[in-house]
């Protein structure tokens, strides 16, 4: 049971004992004992921003999961457009990975085409009707390397188009594939790729290289120095964003896989060779190919109200009132507990029997996001980190902040992320990920939490903001957005004793 229903089932008790009877006396003639707590409900505002944030990082790597941070491996292409986020356009761009076996190519082979096939995840955002969507890749101009890259990184590409895909995409059918591919059973699994032929010298440059320079060839530094990648961008006629699994999946010999396919002739036959475009660690020969693809996300604001948000990290407060958050572009609403801690602080001795947050959405044709948490935030608009890193004697040590630490972390009101962040939990057992219903209401069962900040009152310590941010996993590496309405409240059941002279 969670803590909103221990908490009224506890507030109903003492309801029940200690305001049941009308009468001061027994029937057996003893006057009754003046109660001594009652208990008492109370509605708080909770003030609320829209912050956006600078750098969402957006790339895969090889620890990519739906657990941690970065969330699944994923590339998005395409955009769409709506009259409150304005356009939303994303561009993929991938390094090419080496041949994922020591390939070679006899002398006498002949080259016959390149391939790049794309197998889509079956994500997809924005017009639900069933469309014509097309995309064109180009070879990159700039090297990728192995750091970090975010929504707000874009790079320089050739105009060229070496190939180009036409397709159509079916949001029920595509809704229909995640819940078949969602299930237990895998025989009925739905796959679809997209495939284009590549033109332009590319194909029979890689050809020449795996033929001629093993050295090359088999060393992920050298290829993709030589090989700078691909990006994937979307026509501007496009109405959704799709998503692209990079990740192959079982032995490297699947063919149903996002990969760069090369065909060659040898001796009257047709062989291919694969090139991976995901991190990997090659099975054959044992080496890491750590090799970067990431998706950009910018969003075009111009023609909406929010054409003034363009600050990063700041309070920013819609004309119309509403409160936003948008994975991808870095969009989140704050929530500012200084009204709770305005009233609590004022009670003595107060007991909590449940604190429900109650945030609600406007209806929209623009799914929500499928999951939220709530993640401590600074007055600065950053991600709040209990721990510092800091320089000591010439070596780098990371400091913990042990007063923030030692007041939520016993608890288990709050959980301690090993970057350093805090996310709020929704009960004792789970992590804080509150759903959105069908009636497009957040609710969040924070009964422990609140205690915790009821008991910290006399620390600066105490966490005074929270962002409401799409699931953080989802957060990187989608385009979903929602609406809520500036009225969140936080509706309280506390115990308190009477005091004498009432």
């Known amino acids: ?198 033109g332009g010298s590319l194909g029979r440059n890689l050809f020449e290289t795996v033929k001629n320079d093993a050295s090359t060839s088999n060393d992920y530094v050298k290829f993709s120095g030589l090989y700078k990648g691909l990006a994937i961008v979307p026509e501007f006629s496009s109405d959704k964003v799709i998503g692209i699994n990079p990740r192959i999946t ?27 475009l995901y991190p990997h660690v090659n099975p054959y020969s044992g080496t890491t190919n750590p090799i970067v693809g990431y998706s950009s996300i910018v969003g075009d604001r111009s023609n909406t109200s929010l054409v003034s948000l363009t600050e990063t990290h700041k309070d920013f407060y819609p004309i119309d009132g509403t409160r936003l958050t948008e994975s991808g572009v870095g969009m989140i609403t704050k929530l500012d507990f200084s009204e709770y801690f305005k009233y609590m602080d004022t009670v003595k001795n107060a007991v909590l029997n449940s604190a429900e947050l109650v945030i609600e959405g406007e209806q929209s044709d623009f799914s929500f996001p499928p999951e939220f948490q709530l993640r401590a935030i600074t007055v600065k608009n950053f991600f709040q980190s209990y721990y510092r890193d800091t320089v000591i004697s010439g070596t780098s040590t990371r400091i913990i902040d042990t007063e923030t630490f030692s007041i939520y972390q016993p608890s288990g009101a709050a959980q301690f992320n090993t970057n350093g962040t805090i996310d709020i939990k929704a009960d004792n057992t789970e992590v804080a990920y509150p759903r959105v219903n069908q009636s497009y209401e957040v609710r969040s069962f924070l009964t422990q939490f609140f205690q915790v900040q009821y008991g910290a009152r006399n620390s600066a310590k105490r966490l005074n903001y929270v962002a409401l941010v799409p699931r953080i996993s989802q957060f990187h590496k989608t385009v979903n957005r929602c609406v809520l309405k500036d009225n969140i409240k936080l509706k309280l059941y506390y115990t308190s004793p009477i005091p004498e002279k009432e």
């Open 250 to 276: 079982g032995e490297f010999s699947a063919v149903n896989d996002t990969k760069l396919i090369l065909y060659y002739t040898y001796g009257g036959t047709q062989k291919s060779i694969d090139f991976l």
């Open 1 to 198: 049971m969670n803590w909103w229903g221990r908490g009224v089932g506890l507030s109903l008790l003492l309801f029940v004992v200690l305001f049941s009877c009308e009468e001061d006396e027994s029937k057996i003639g003893i006057k009754r004992p003046e109660p001594k707590f009652r208990v008492t409900y109370a509605e708080v505002n909770v003030p609320s921003s829209v912050v956006l944030f600078r750098n969402i990082i957006t790339y895969n790597n090889l620890n990519s999961n739906p657990s941690i941070e970065d969330g699944d491996q994923r590339l998005l292409m395409g955009q769409y457009t709506d009259d409150r986020f304005g356009r939303i356009r994303t561009e993929a761009y991938t390094q090419i990975g080496p041949p994922i076996t020591n390939a070679t190519i006899p002398t006498s082979a002949v080259y016959d085409s390149l391939v790049l096939q794309l197998k889509t995840d079956f994500y997809h955002y924005g017009s639900s009707a069933i469309s014509t969507q097309r995309i064109e890749v180009h070879e990159l101009l700039d090297t990728i390397n192995n750091g970090d890259y975010f929504n707000s990184t874009t790079l320089a590409y050739n105009p060229s188009v070496i190939g180009a895909k036409s397709f159509t995409v079916n949001p029920a059918e595509f809704n229909q594939a995640i819940t078949v591919n969602n299930d237990k059973v895998t025989t009925n699994d739905k796959i679809t790729n997209y495939r284009m032929v590549l």
